[in-house]
């Protein structure tokens, strides 16, 4: 268990809708990243948020947007819903292990866009 | 840039070893690996920074060879439960806490 939850677990949308995807960071984790992972492919980084600012953003349209609040949640919203967007969508908490930060996961949310 | 990772996939008996791979072509600050089991989420397994460190969990462990920005992660007398898909997951310098992942190693241990 790594202290992070995300919902909803799977999601089915249609294309050019709107979504909202949730994360619970543990607490005292001010860093909480993003990332896509295709079917049979690494994640891949979208965004981290650091003390609820933008913190740096992969190579991702505009369209994908986040937002991270004080109570260590944080948001992924992705507008104009395209296939391609049919992911496993995980958040990652920063956290300290000894001298060196990593990155814990949550268990994911599933989207699939018909 | 992705790092790559060697082999793709790969096949045990129980109680054999593997290593897997992972070069990158950018001056790394630390690698971090990962193993993913069908339909849950990453698990971490280790950070290495660089200087050349290696570490070891149980009967994980992983080195780090920063001149030639390759990591390599070794799994001896492997057990059933090693089965999964590993990643590791590069931070450049200068990208602090921003992970670059590999395309993984799928490992299959048979008994």
């Known amino acids: 268990e790594t202290g992070v939850t995300q919902s909803p677990t799977h999601l089915i949308k249609t294309r050019g809708q709107q979504v909202t995807l949730r994360c619970s960071s543990q607490s005292g984790h001010n860093t909480v990243s993003w990332y896509q992972q295709a079917l049979g492919q690494g994640p891949q980084f979208i965004f981290q948020?650091?003390?609820?600012?933008?913190?740096g953003r992969g190579n991702f349209p505009p369209r994908f947007s986040g937002l991270q609040f004080p109570n260590y949640s944080s948001e992924l919203n992705v507008n104009a819903l395209e296939l391609d967007d049919s992911a496993l969508y995980l958040c990652a908490s920063s956290g300290w292990l000894g001298p060196q930060e990593t990155q814990y996961f949550g268990p994911g949310t599933r989207l699939l866009v018909l | 840039q992705q790092p790559v990772q060697s082999p793709q996939a790969v096949i045990l008996r129980e109680g054999e070893d593997a290593v897997i791979n992972c070069s990158s072509s950018?001056?790394?600050?630390?690698v971090h690996w990962y193993r993913q089991k069908h339909g849950e989420a990453p698990v971490f397994l280790m950070i290495l920074l660089k200087g050349g460190e290696q570490k070891g969990h149980e009967k994980i462990s992983a080195s780090f060879n920063e001149k030639k920005q390759q990591s390599s992660l070794y799994l001896t007398a492997s057990q059933l439960s090693y089965s999964g898909t590993y990643f590791c997951?590069?931070?450049?310098?200068?990208?602090?806490?921003?992970?670059?992942f590999g395309t993984g190693t799928r490992l299959q241990v048979t008994l």
């Open positions: 997951g590069t931070e450049i310098v200068g990208t602090a806490s921003k992970l670059t």
């Open positions: 948020y650091y003390r609820e600012e933008e913190n």
């Open positions: 950018k001056a790394l600050y630390s």
